[in-house]
């Protein structure tokens, strides 16, 4: 019941600044900004430590306070953030329409590093469908998409693009050279090896956080 009255006045804080018509100050900004990304906090907490649901709401809480002072990265981040709970808990469609808005506003807003987060995360989804050619398409767009992509996010792509050649056996299992491998044309023989170099690094890494 506690936690009940507590949603009421956050419904009711949020709702104070999106229906007045005036702008919130800038430290009432700052204030709902913070507490956006408490709750994205939380919902990474949840995530990782696999209760799905729980990590969603908080996903949700953070997009409507994102939501609420207009923080388009801020909405973005909660887009991709509910895709991966709702992919986790097998909620397929519901995954590709966030992620699909996700990458629409960072194209909008041309924030070259959220396109290819979204980018990436719409490959995993495709992954979760088998479609692997589809999903090496999104992560070949995504490694493109942001030169200034970070180590950490790029060794994330990198994993998910030796994923889709072992998930379709173009890897031998034990002994990944890439001589033992017939290579599809469009495939950049650096970016392979890489990806094939990265796969166990990756998925330690990918263990650990999200993208």
């Known amino acids: 019941m506690k936690t009940f009255k507590i949603i009421l006045i956050i419904i009711s804080f949020i709702q104070l600044y999106t229906c007045s018509g005036a702008p919130p100050l800038k430290e009432e900004e700052v204030e709902i900004k913070n507490k956006a990304a408490s709750y994205a906090e939380s919902g990474n907490k949840n995530y990782n430590e696999g209760r799905y649901d729980e990590a969603l709401n908080f996903f949700k809480l953070a ?11 801020g909405m973005i981040q909660s887009y991709l953030s509910m895709g991966k709970a709702y992919l986790a808990g097998d909620k397929d469609i519901d995954a590709l329409s966030v992620f699909q808005k996700a990458l ?35 992560f070949q767009n995504a490694l493109s998409a942001s030169p200034s992509v970070s180590q950490y996010k790029l060794a994330v792509i990198h994993h998910n693009i030796g994923t889709v050649y072992k998930r379709r056996k173009k890897i031998r299992s034990g002994n990944p050279e890439l001589s033992e491998c017939t290579l599809p044309e469009s495939i950049d023989k650096k970016i392979y ?11 330690c890494v990918f263990r650990e956080r999200r993208l």
Do not use: F, P, W
């Not at 041309?110 to 398409?137: F, H, P, R, T, V």
């Open 193 to 203: 090896r890489s990806s094939v170099e990265q796969l166990h690094v990756g998925s």
């Open 63 to 73: 997009l409507e306070y994102n939501t609420a002072v207009y923080n388009e990265k």
């Open 104 to 138: 629409d506003m960072s194209r909008t807003i041309d924030d070259k590093d959220l396109i290819a987060q979204s980018l990436n995360n719409m490959g995993e989804y495709y992954i979760n469908k088998s479609e692997y050619d589809k999903a090496l398409e999104y």
